[in-house]
């Protein structure tokens, strides 16, 4: 479980989070709705981690251990896994050496007895997640995003989260870039990986995702404080009179 416990955040000398509390249990799915600049997406980046942000008070925890004080590798190896709003796009970085590394490192930290897989036998190994994700095997070759289309980039991300099987999985603006058709087979995806061993926190102010994957708490952000929670009636709610006072 991520516990968030009366943090206050803030870049430089401005306060962006003031005061939130917030649990994330495994088996179960969040969303964090608000306006732009309600300090939705600040939250998922100190949850993995950003230069630019400081917690200045209160704990966050991730199955009993403090999560401030750990590096960015680190809390991907305690299984936080953040989607990108935008994806960068990387040279000089093969696609097929990327994912490899990082399914190893992530196999290896599993099972410390796991011997890692050569070029050649990964190859091998991911070819049936490329079928069934309608990756093309040649993008393998390519740099890392590089000239890929937002749709594209997308199941990129999505195969990453295959290949580690995190066990938070943030989604930022997930929706950001895609026209309606590379969105309904991303969000299809995306809700084959909801299991009971993990945790998909859906951070937007779109409603169009929650369409396709469940969530059990619904919590509201405003001026960087948590002002409304409740369940999935509370997006119908919302819809239908908008953001209004909250």
Not at 18 to 45: A, D, H, I
Not at 197 to 222: A, C, E, P, Q
Request: hydrophobic share 40%; net charge negative; glycine share 6%.
């Amino acid at each position: 479980m991520i516990t968030i416990n009366n943090i206050e955040v803030s870049a430089g000398d401005v306060e962006i989070i003031k005061w939130v509390s917030l649990e994330f249990e495994p088996g179960k799915n969040y969303c964090l709705l608000g306006k732009n600049g309600s300090g939705k997406s600040t939250l998922s980046s100190v949850l993995m981690w950003h230069p630019k942000y400081e917690v200045t008070s209160g704990e966050i925890t991730i199955d009993g251990e403090d999560l401030i004080d750990m590096e960015p590798n680190e809390r991907s190896q305690a299984w936080v896994f953040l989607s990108f709003q935008n994806i960068p796009e990387i040279k000089w970085v093969k696609l097929s050496e990327y994912l490899r590394t990082i399914f190893n490192i992530s196999a290896k930290n599993d099972n410390e007895e796991f011997t890692e897989l050569s070029p050649f036998m990964f190859k091998r190994f991911i070819k049936p997640h490329l079928q069934e994700l309608q990756i093309e095997e040649a993008f393998l070759e390519r740099d890392l995003n590089v000239g890929f289309s937002g749709g594209e980039k997308r199941k990129i991300e999505i195969l990453q989260m295959k290949l580690i099987g995190p066990k938070y999985i943030i989604l930022d603006e997930i929706d950001s870039g895609l026209d309606l058709d590379a969105f309904k087979t991303v969000a299809t995806m995306l809700q084959s990986l909801s299991s009971d061993k993990n945790s998909i926190i859906i951070i937007t102010h779109y409603f169009t995702i929650l369409d396709y994957i469940d969530v059990d708490k619904v919590f509201v952000m405003k001026a960087g404080k948590v002002v409304k929670e409740g369940g999935k009636e509370l997006v119908e709610e919302i819809k239908e009179n908008g953001f209004g006072d909250m």
